[in-house]
């Protein structure tokens, strides 16, 4: 198995667009959680989604949304970008969604916001 | 709200000497905490979790709910530890969702 695999690797945008990231799972985790990572910051928590329903969401405003495939493959959609979006955007999946499970890390999908 | 604090970005150390990554956090609850590591050009993964008391690559923290720390300790560091430690929290019922430090920066010189 890959692992958890992210797409694109990098996005450059501009302002007020919109931007689409997508993620897959490990074969076989049912959940997967969205992170922001603004550079000198560590992951802030954005969504988790298990068996296609969201069981946890953050701080974040409107413009971000989520959702899971039946495949258990993500997509988040972030509208009208501002230039603060710009961060390294990372996946994780797990077997379940409590501590229990270890969350495994994609390798992120750096966007950049001109 | 909870908050997980490393006061360190950078940790310089020599090869053979201990290392100390301080960690604390701020929650009134029994929350989960975990160590992930971040090796260049690699992914973020779970070096430990205090749940599970076992050590990793020499890596050991201990639970102080006392002071509220999980500090990441090691008595010899080696070359091959230089990378980005972040200390993370999963509150009571709170899933499993992480909430993450600012990182330290370890930097293991010959």
């Known amino acids: 198995d890959a692992g958890v695999t992210q797409s694109p690797t990098h996005l450059i945008k501009t302002r007020g667009q919109h931007v689409t990231l997508r993620c897959s799972p490990i074969s076989g985790h049912k959940s997967v959680s969205w992170y922001q990572q603004v550079l000198g910051q560590g992951p802030q928590f954005i969504f988790q989604y298990y068996e296609k329903e969201e069981r946890g969401r953050g701080n974040f405003p409107d413009r971000f949304s989520a959702r899971q495939f039946p495949n258990y493959s993500s997509e988040l959609n972030v509208n009208a970008l501002l230039l603060g979006d710009s961060a390294l955007y990372l996946c994780a999946s797990s077997l379940g969604v409590t501590g229990t499970y270890e969350q495994y890390f994609g390798p992120g999908t750096r966007l950049t916001v001109t | 709200a909870q908050r997980v604090t490393q006061p360190e970005k950078l940790l310089s150390v020599f090869k053979g000497a201990p290392v100390e990554l301080k960690c604390n956090y701020s929650?009134?609850?029994?929350?989960?905490l975990f160590w992930y590591v971040q090796y260049s050009r690699q992914r973020l993964q779970l070096l430990l979790r205090h749940i599970s008391r076992e050590s990793i690559k020499g890596f050991t923290a201990d639970l102080n709910k006392g002071e509220t720390s999980f500090h990441l300790k090691k008595p010899f560091a080696q070359e091959e530890d230089s990378a980005m430690y972040y200390c993370?929290?999963?509150?009571?019922?709170?899933?499993?969702?992480?909430?993450f430090g600012t990182g330290t920066q370890l930097k293991v010189e010959l």
């Open positions: 993370a929290l999963i509150l009571t019922g709170g899933g499993n969702k992480l909430t």
């Open positions: 929650y009134s609850g029994s929350p989960e």
